[in-house]
């Protein structure tokens, strides 16, 4: 469903949709079919913008309405249809809704914010202020959550494999975190650069709970979308133990991430865009690592020497060897040479075998 050449940055990856195609009930397997045309449809749309054939609609914020100097969020409702952004619901300081979806986007926007301005300085998404716009309600029984290049759209679920797309912080920020990669590496959507561009999102998702939740690297769960797929004991991804979100789920199977390189996946570009969503799991385990030998709350030491390197230290097709060298000496520039936190993220990409 999302492919390298004009990518949507969707939560569920196309293994997973395959599954509910193949093994769905009939209500879930015509929700998964029209997904896929949709977000080729949508695919279609940003190239031909891209290519300067169509003009992007204004979203009602032209000019300067784009930025602002402190957090400023809306959300929109598109009433189960598929119009962007929708009617306006809720506004920067306006009480809470009483749709819960809407109430949901708008904390977890505020959480992203909070995360990155307070412990990294940044100014929202671009680093230049710029307004968080959200849609929820978006299409009917949408399976999927996604980052256009200009705001978050969110699904409602087909409510029997997945549930509302806003119910985990954790995929809210993973979503916005494309948002903050778009703006620094742009790291290109295939192969290796991919696959991290994906553990970005994943891994300062899993610091945006965790600093909800006040955590530690020890007591946190290391899960992504715990809550999104139904069911005890499923999640979308683990970072902690790649290849165990969920097993042998009665539709999707097992989750097919490896956590080292003994199990990389070299597919083709067509298939996930070479993987991106699969082999994710590598670099995600390597924070995991990383995180957990540094120890306390992981998004002061161990995040943010992975934001420094996202902004600092990355093209475009960076490759998991150079995100790992570029980790390294982000911590050695932050916290000295021969440091604790240098050599625990030395021993994180050795020990999945980066390096």
Not at 133 to 140: I, L, M, P, R
Request: charged letters at 25%; aromatic letters at 10%; proline letters at 5%.
């Amino acid at each position: 469903m999302c492919d390298a050449r004009n990518p949507l940055y969707c939560i569920i990856p196309p293994h997973m949709v395959e599954k509910l195609v193949e093994k769905g009930s009939p209500k879930v397997r015509q929700a998964a079919i029209k997904a896929i045309q949709k977000a080729n449809l949508l695919r279609t749309n940003r190239s031909l913008i891209h290519e300067g054939l169509v003009k992007i609609k204004a979203m009602a914020k032209p000019g300067l309405d784009n930025y602002t100097p402190e957090l400023t969020r809306r959300v929109y409702d598109a009433k189960n249809e598929e119009t962007l952004p929708g009617v306006l619901v809720r506004k920067e300081g306006d009480p809470p809704s009483t749709d819960v979806a809407v109430n949901e986007a708008y904390d977890a926007a505020g959480d992203t914010y909070n995360l990155y301005n307070d412990e990294y300085g940044r100014n929202s998404i671009d680093d230049q202020g710029m307004i968080i716009d959200q849609t929820v309600h978006y299409d009917v029984e949408y399976n999927n959550a996604f980052w256009n290049g200009e705001q978050m759209v969110y699904g409602d679920g087909d409510g029997e494999i997945f549930t509302r797309f806003t119910i985990d912080v954790d995929v809210i920020g993973h979503e916005l975190t494309h948002g903050v990669t778009q703006h620094e590496a742009a790291l290109q959507y295939r192969y290796q650069s991919g696959a991290l561009n994906e553990s970005f999102s994943d891994v300062f998702g899993s610091l945006i709970k965790q600093r909800r939740l006040n955590q530690e690297a020890k007591d946190a769960d290391w899960l992504i979308g715990e809550n999104v797929l139904i069911g005890e004991n499923y999640a979308l991804r683990s970072m902690k133990a790649p290849g165990t979100a969920y097993v042998d789920h009665p539709v999707l199977g097992t989750d097919p991430q490896p956590a080292t390189m003994d199990s990389y996946l070299k597919l083709p570009p067509w298939n996930d865009s070479g993987g991106v969503h699969i082999n994710s799991g590598i670099p995600n385990h390597a924070f995991y690592l990383a995180a957990m030998d540094i120890g306390g709350y992981a998004w002061k030491k161990a995040g943010l020497i992975w934001y420094r390197t996202l902004c600092d230290k990355l093209t475009r097709n960076s490759n998991f060897q150079k995100a790992a060298l570029a980790t390294i000496k982000a911590a050695r520039e932050e916290f000295g040479a021969g440091s604790l936190e240098e050599k625990a993220v030395d021993k994180a990409w050795k020990t999945v075998k980066v390096l």
